[in-house]
C-alpha cells in the first residue's frame, strides 16, 4: 500500500509541531515534505537574539539532521505559488510540483509594518523575520535605541 503523503507548508512553530506530532503518531510510517520559505526557526526567540542572550545559530529548530532523523523530504526556499486542490498538487516558486494526500497550510500572518527610518532605508519594515532582526542588532548595539524610541512615543516594534 502507498505511503500516505502530508506536505506542509510553513517551517514555524505550526509546521514544525504538525511534524513532531504525525511522527509521534506513526513512527515514520508516512511520508512528509515540508515546504518553507525560510529555515525553520522560531521567531518567538528573536528578541532574545535582539538582545544579544542568544546565538542566531538557537533560532533555528528543524536544521537538516534533525529533518533526516524525522524522515522529511524539505523544500526550505521554496514558496508554495498555487494549489490545484482537485488534483491534490501543490506548485512552487521553482516549478515544483509536490502531490499530497493531506496538506496543512501553516504559512502564519503578516506583522503591522514598522517606519523607523533605518527600517525603510533598507527596505526592511517587518518585525516579525529573522532578517529584521539581524539589521536591527546591526542598527542598535545594544537595544536602548529601540527603548529610547519607545519612550520618545516614535514609533515601536509591534509584535
Ligand atoms: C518577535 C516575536 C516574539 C514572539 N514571542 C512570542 C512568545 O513569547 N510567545 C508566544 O506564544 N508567541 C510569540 N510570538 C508569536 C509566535 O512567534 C507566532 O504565533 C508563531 O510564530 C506562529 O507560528 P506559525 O507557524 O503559525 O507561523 P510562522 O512562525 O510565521 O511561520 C510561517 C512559516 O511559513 C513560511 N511561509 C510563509 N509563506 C510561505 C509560502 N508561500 N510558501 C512556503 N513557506 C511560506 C515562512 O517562511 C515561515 O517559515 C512572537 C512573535 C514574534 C515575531
Known amino acids: 500500500m ?12 505550526a509546521g514544525l509541531n504538525a511534524i513532531l506530532a504525525i511522527r509521534e ?11 518553507s520559505a525560510e529555515r525553520p526557526y522560531a521567531r518567538m526567540v528573536l528578541p532574545y537574539y535582539l538582545g544579544r542572550s542568544i546565538a542566531e545559530s538557537h533560532v533555528f529548530t528543524l536544521p537538516p539532521a534533525r529533518l533526516a ?6 523544500h526550505i526556499g521554496r514558496r508554495a ?23 496543512l497550510i501553516a504559512t502564519g500572518s503578516s506583522a503591522v509594518s514598522i517606519s523607523w527610518r533605518h527600517f525603510h532605508a533598507s527596505n526592511r519594515s517587518r518585525a516579525d523575520e529573522l532578517t529584521s532582526h539581524r539589521l536591527a542588532r546591526a542598527i542598535a548595539p545594544k537595544t536602548s535605541a529601540m527603548r529610547r524610541r519607545r519612550s520618545e512615543n516614535l514609533e515601536a516594534m509591534v509584535v
Open 69 to 74: 532523523q524525522l524522515g522529511v523530504t524539505d
Open 81 to 103: 505559488v498555487s494549489l490545484d486542490a482537485a488534483a491534490n498538487t501543490l506548485t512552487l516558486d521553482d516549478g515544483t510540483v509536490v502531490a499530497y494526500d493531506d496538506l
Open 2 to 13: 502507498a505511503k500516505q503523503r502530508h506536505v506542509i507548508v510553513g517551517g514555524g512553530t
Open 25 to 35: 503518531h506513526d513512527r515514520g510510517a508516512s511520508e512528509i515534505a515540508l515546504v
